[in-house]
């Protein structure tokens, strides 16, 4: 997850901040049974003799063996164009693209970018994740329905039924309890 | 086409959606009821609030059918002090009806007024009420008596008239106390 | 001149600092209607009751989204001929810790689990009293609690 694309949150774009949230279309279980490696493509942007790109370069000749050595499935390009601000692009396998400007960065600074760059799920950073759970089948009993607590017998009763419509009392009413009581005293 | 597992469970899962939204058409018996109490009941019913499912956004309620409205008993006097206001939008076309006049002019009217009133009134109180089937006596249009798969408990007992008593079951009932020699009638 | 320290610096008016202050006001209001989008005076005004609005909002969001987890687990729990309060009391008092939103859940997605819940608790409720041992020491009564 890469939270800050850019120091000043003024320079974004305006309606960057109104993008819709959205779902996980399945959960987080890259790597449970088998690993599928999510960054394609890392292209460095430099400039080989300004000092904006001092670090840059730096990196470029100490690290960048090691970092292709790490991530053999990704693409590396290195791409020298004159007097603009370092850029790192990554782009990941389902087509997210971050883009991170490296001018303020220390060569320790970006090595730590670099890492969580190539190590992140490729997740765009920029929308809300609505919900934090994913699954493929919602239901595993299958979901309510009017039917599934009617007793089946009440299929076969004609509608309307004087017995389904009645009231269910909670209390015997006096009657009722007089004719109890007459009828357990009569053995006596 | 071939049925793959990927088809068949959506398939599945577009019936199982049919029948858990499934609008289902209810019956309810007013006989010897009280109209506010039903209609408590009975909004709860069009709204749709007796379903686990149940959210103020969906439109999930039931369609009810009230039969014998012509008997629905009102509690206390109030048949008479019960008033329905109307004004005309003229000076001095105010008027106020009584229950009992409003019942004799139409049988059905009290308790479409309770339900009414017991809906929300927000913009799904028309819908809701058109879904709501009225009917003074126990008969029923075929075309929606074949609708019907569900019944709605009455909310309190209809009591027996002495007249519906048969002969045997009053005679048979125990005698609790004699009346005294000197009491008369 | 006046030499100013490095605190009161941010407080010179210059078009640049008049620039920013208003674009981050914009950014925020660039989904409103008409003039409260682009003038100034207006949007600032809109904004802040925007952001009211949206404050009472968060509260009446959580009170919603409770009622009706509470509707939807009444609703089943009546149609089994339990009412919900029996219903959660006697869960708390089998020692079932689960919440109004798992409740809410299984009472769509796993009716015949909730069925058994409710059994549970009106097998609970039907208890002779005299029999009932200790309440559950995580349950906090309202009255009680207090009192403690």
């Given at each position: 997850?890469?939270w800050?694309i ?9 309606m960057n901040?109104y993008?819709?949230?959205f779902?996980l ?13 999510s960054l ?6 430099f400039c080989?003799?300004h ?16 970092l ?16 603009r601000?370092p ?6 396998i389902?087509?997210?693209k971050?883009e ?6 220390s ?11 190539t190590t ?17 089948s919602?239901?595993?009993q299958?979901?309510w329905?009017p039917?599934v607590y009617?007793?089946?017998?009440e299929?076969?009763e004609?509608?309307?039924?004087e017995?389904?419509s009645?009231a269910?009392?909670?209390y ?12 357990t005293?009569?053995?006596? | ?5 990927l ?8 019936v ?10 209810a ?18 019913v ?22 014998n409205?012509?008997?629905?008993s009102?509690p206390?006097y109030?048949w ?29 009217k ?6 009414y ?7 799904t ?18 075309e929606?008596?074949?609708n ?11 009591p ?7 002969e045997d079951?009053?005679r ?8 005294p020699?000197?009491?008369?009638l | 001149?006046v ?22 006001v ?9 003039r ?11 904004l ?10 968060r509260?009446?969001l959580k ?7 509470q ?8 149609s ?44 609970d409720?039907?208890k ?5 041992g ?9 009255s ?5």
């Amino acid at each position: 997850m890469l939270w800050i694309i850019s120091e000043n949150r003024a320079e974004c774009s305006t309606m960057n901040h109104y993008k819709p949230g959205f779902f996980l279309k399945e959960g987080f279980n890259n790597g449970m049974l088998q690993h599928v490696p999510s960054l394609a493509r890392l292209t460095f942007k430099f400039c080989k003799s300004h000092g904006s790109s001092r670090f840059m370069r730096e990196y470029i000749e100490s690290e960048i063996m090691d970092l292709a050595r790490q991530c053999p499935t990704a693409v590396i390009y290195l791409k020298p164009r004159r007097h603009r601000d370092p850029v790192v692009v990554a782009e990941y396998i389902n087509g997210h693209k971050e883009e991170l400007r490296c001018n303020p960065f220390s060569k320790q600074e970006l090595i730590r970018w670099i890492n969580l760059m190539t190590t992140t799920s490729g997740r765009p950073s920029n929308q809300k994740l609505l919900k934090y759970s994913a699954t493929s089948s919602i239901s595993i009993q299958g979901p309510w329905n009017p039917w599934v607590y009617k007793p089946t017998e009440e299929n076969l009763e004609e509608l309307p039924s004087e017995r389904l419509s009645a009231a269910k009392a909670t209390y015997p009413t006096a009657t009722e309890r007089v004719l109890d009581m007459v009828k357990t005293s009569q053995p006596r | 086409m071939r049925l793959t597992p990927l088809l068949r469970r959506s398939l599945s899962a577009s019936v199982d959606q049919k029948l858990t939204f499934a609008r289902l058409w209810a019956v309810f018996d007013a006989k010897h009821q009280n109209p506010f109490n039903s209609a408590e009941l009975i909004a709860n019913v069009l709204q749709g609030k007796d379903k686990p499912l149940y959210h103020y956004h969906t439109d999930c309620g039931d369609h009810v059918v009230v039969i014998n409205c012509k008997d629905i008993s009102l509690p206390w006097y109030e048949w008479k002090y019960r008033m329905y206001y109307h004004h005309t939008d003229y000076a001095g076309g105010a008027s106020w009806t009584a229950a009992w006049e409003m019942h004799d002019k139409n049988p059905t009217k009290v308790l479409e007024k309770a339900v009414y009133r017991a809906l929300p009134g927000d913009l799904t109180r028309r819908l809701r009420m058109s879904r709501l089937h009225l009917y003074a006596d126990d008969s029923i249009p075929d075309e929606i008596k074949e609708n019907i798969t569900r019944q709605l408990r009455q909310l309190r007992k209809v009591p027996r008239k002495l007249d519906d008593i048969p002969e045997d079951e009053r005679r048979s009932f125990p005698k609790l106390f004699d009346f005294p020699e000197n009491h008369t009638l | 001149m006046v030499t100013l320290t490095s605190v009161l610096a941010h407080w010179v008016k210059t078009p640049a600092n008049r620039y920013w202050k208003r674009r981050r006001v914009f950014i925020e209001s660039g989904h409103f209607y008409g003039r409260s989008r682009n003038c100034y005076a207006i949007a600032i005004r809109r904004l802040e009751k925007a952001w009211t609005n949206a404050k009472h909002g968060r509260a009446d969001l959580k009170k919603t989204t409770s009622q009706t987890w509470q509707s939807r687990i009444s609703a089943s729990t009546e149609s089994l001929g339990l009412n919900y309060f029996p219903f959660a009391h006697g869960l708390a008092h089998q020692q079932v810790a689960l919440g109004k939103k798992v409740l809410a859940d299984l009472a769509w997605s796993e009716p015949r689990s909730f069925r058994s819940l409710v059994e549970l608790a009106r097998n609970d409720a039907c208890k002779d009293p005299a029999h009932i041992g200790e309440p559950n020491e995580n349950v906090i009564l309202g009255s009680e609690g207090v009192d403690k």
